[in-house]
T-cell receptor
Framework: KAGVTQTPRYLIKTRGQQVTLSCSPI?????VSWYQQTPGQGLQFLFE???????NKGNFPGRFSGRQFSNSRSEMNVSTLELGDSALYLC?????????????FGPGTRLTVL | GDSVTQMEGPVTLSEEAFLTINCTYT??????LFWYVQYPGEGLQLLLK?????DKGSNKGFEATYRKETTSFHLEKGSVQVSDSAVYFC???????????????FGQGTILTVHP
């Protein structure tokens, strides 16, 4: 099976812009989680989607949003970018219906905000 | 709240040395425990996992045992190689459901450098 894919791999934006990142889960996985990784804060949970519904959300401002499509692909959007949003954004997929909570990660999207 | 604490790094070893990276957790439910590894410029790769007390996860010579009595999940390898140089993350998820859906809580990561 193909692994989790994320596009684009690298992005450079300026403050105030918005950005959309995409994640395609492993075939058959219906849960997609998003994380932000920074040197200062480490890995922080953003949100999780299952069957097109957001089931869980971390402590991030409303500028961070996401959605999931019927084919389980997910997007996350960050509006009004700030310098502090520069980070590696990782998505992960899992197959929780079987009670399997193991998450498999994509390579990430490196976002730089200038 | 739930948290994971890893030993301070970085860790520098010579090839064939013994590796231990300590990890302790706090959780209100019944967590599954994981070790992930991250190589430069890449995402996280699952290294091993354990889903209940006394389980031992193992992969590629790495091992970790789920110790409920000490709330620990220490990573060990008997003989490290240069190719093991990476950042290692301990993580937990809570099997209680509800607000834990799809959420992994990570430790801060431990940088491992192995010299020839």
């Amino acid at each position: 099976k193909a692994g989790v894919t994320q596009t684009p791999r690298y992005l450079i934006k300026t403050r105030g812009q918005q950005v959309t990142l995409s994640c395609s889960p492993i075939s058959g996985h219906r849960s997609v989680s998003w994380y932000q990784q920074t040197p200062g804060q480490g890995l922080q949970f953003l949100f999780e989607y299952f069957s097109e519904t957001q089931r869980n959300k971390g402590n991030f401002p409303g500028r961070f949003s996401g959605r999931q499509f019927s084919n389980s692909r997910s997007e996350m959007n960050v509006s009004t970018l700030e310098l502090g949003d520069s980070a590696l954004y990782l998505c992960a997929s899992s197959y929780p219906e079987l009670g399997a909570d193991t998450q498999y990660f994509g390579p990430g999207t490196r976002l730089t905000v200038l | 709240g739930d948290s994971v604490t890893q030993m301070e790094g970085p860790v520098t070893l010579s090839e064939e040395a013994f590796l231990t990276i300590n990890c302790t957790y706090t959780a209100t439910g019944y967590p599954s425990l994981f070790w992930y590894v991250q190589y430069p410029g890449e995402g996280l790769q699952l290294l091993l996992k354990a889903t209940k007390a006394d389980d031992k996860g193992s992969n590629k010579g790495f091992e970790a045992t789920y110790r409920k009595e000490t709330t620990s999940f220490h990573l060990e390898k008997g003989s490290v190689q240069v190719s093991d140089s990476a950042v290692y993350f301990c993580a937990q998820t809570d099997n209680a459901g509800g607000t834990s859906y799809g959420k992994l809580t990570f430790g801060q990561g431990t940088i491992l450098t192995v010299h020839p």
